[in-house]
């Protein structure tokens, strides 16, 4: 069965604390746990929405020659998006690419940056053996590290199943822990998200081997007991989801969701039963939801595209209901796939794959705007993310685009390149960007 590719977790998600000591976060989204705001605690920053700090003011203009405060040169292959504890920059490397061959062997390592300098502070070997068979597109490393304030959590894939790595801040692994047996068309690239005193992973392959079906597991994030296992059911035995689960406060409530396979699922993180459900995307999805306080927006996937706005404090299945409140069915051109989406102040940015970068009106759906970048052969797999006001979009080739956050089309800068592609996303503290490549760690900045 011929699918399309959908990498990241778009990789996936951690969360913030409720009521948090002065300097750290304080979010209506927030998990029970400290999150401070001079931390990136993962991939879509500290507001869980892909919106940087309000005092943060980056530069809106560089290339190689010009505002790179340091480049460091990365061994291996990975797509990972860089969790930063403090002075601490965590990523994921393998030394193999991604391969459909299925007798290659190599070697997973988390590794430590210092955020100053660019320099290796700590690697610690998280993995070696033999690899399972993926997608050229991915990498054994696409799954960005979580934080909850004692460990680093890594999600990561063997050729029989998925683990869970608890690392801790000095490198020295406290346990790795499986998943559940795992098989997977493209190869696994689902990150962690954390809930208080859980971590939770989605194991969420297909069912060609007994044993193997989509799941969400939740781990104690202290010892790494499993405190419950909660089956997916799918329509097909071969769908499956890329995307990762995202924990957080929504409609009043914590709640665990994830999109696909086949439906968009709400959990409770403490017990893992279903909250809600609603049909589609699609069979096949990549990307992780975005909120708003009411609110759940989900894009997918294959084989046809789809984005809808859900109600998120419905209960059982809300298909067909009044709590799909729009829903925009393979329009011309196509909605977004891999790349995860981005809310703001009553708008929804969306970045489309195939190159078109777009604003909805959040309460009605309507596309405001968009920029169509197909002619200058763009595409993407990273998701966007804003900071002081601004949304910097950067494609699969290491071009950077710089959009107003607004309701109508006002682009800050383009043509911002550099050498290598970009399939992470951009990360923003200290008035910098803390950026990987496909070759290549920066600290962008004046």
């Known amino acids: 069965m011929q699918r399309f590719f959908l990498l990241f977790t778009t990789l996936a998600l951690f969360t913030l604390a409720a009521c948090t000591p002065a300097g750290e976060a304080n979010n209506s989204a927030a998990a029970d746990i400290p999150v401070k705001m001079t931390d990136w605690q993962f991939w879509r920053g500290p507001t869980l929405n892909g919106i940087a700090p309000a005092d943060q003011k980056p530069v809106t203009d560089w290339s190689e020659s010009k505002n790179i405060v340091w480049k460091t040169k990365l061994p291996g292959y990975g797509h990972s998006t860089p969790c930063i504890i403090g002075n601490k920059m965590i990523l994921t490397t393998c030394d193999k690419p991604a391969t459909r061959e299925e007798d290659v062997t190599g070697t997973v390592t988390m590794r430590c940056y210092d ?148 439906k968009t699922w709400s959990f409770d993180p403490a017990t893992g039963d279903v909250i809600w459900e609603c049909e589609g995307p699609q069979p096949f999805n990549g990307a992780t939801p975005c909120f708003d306080e009411k609110n759940v927006y989900a894009t997918g996937g294959y084989p046809k595209r789809r984005f809808f706005k859900l109600a998120a404090d419905g209960k059982g299945d809300i298909t067909g209901t009044e709590r799909v409140l729009w829903d925009l069915k393979r329009p011309k051109p196509r909605m977004g796939y891999v790349p995860t989406p981005l809310y703001s102040d009553g708008l929804v940015y969306q970045t489309v794959d195939e190159g078109f970068f777009r604003c909805h009106d959040a309460e009605t759906g309507k596309i405001l705007w968009e920029d169509d970048r197909t002619e200058d052969e763009r595409t993407y797999y990273s998701s966007p993310i804003m900071a002081n006001g601004n949304i910097y979009v950067f494609d699969r080739q290491g071009g950077c685009r710089i959009y107003k956050h607004s309701k109508e089309m006002n682009i800050v800068a383009k043509d911002l390149r550099l050498e290598d592609g970009v399939f992470a996303s951009p990360v923003f503290l200290d008035n910098k960007m803390y950026l990987r490549t496909l070759g290549a760690l920066y600290c962008i900045g004046e």
């Open 115 to 262: 955020k100053t300098n660019g320099k290796e502070l700590w690697a610690t070997k998280i993995y070696s053996g033999l690899l399972p068979s993926m997608h050229k597109d991915n990498s054994y490393c696409s799954a960005t590290t979580v934080y909850n304030g004692k460990y680093l959590y890594f999600t990561y894939q063997t050729p029989k199943d998925v683990r869970l790595t608890a690392v801790d801040l000095d490198g020295k692994i406290a346990w790795d822990k499986t998943a559940g047996l795992h098989i997977n068309f493209h190869g696994y690239s689902n990150s962690a998200t954390v809930w208080g005193d859980l971590v939770f992973v989605g194991n969420t392959g297909d069912r060609r081997e007994e044993g193997c079906y989509p799941r969400m597991v939740a781990f104690n994030a202290t010892t790494g007991e499993i405190v419950w296992d909660k089956e997916i059911p799918t329509e097909d035995e071969t769908h499956e989801t890329y995307a990762s689960p995202l924990a957080f406060k929504v409609a009043g409530k914590p709640q665990l969701v994830i999109i696909g396979p086949d």
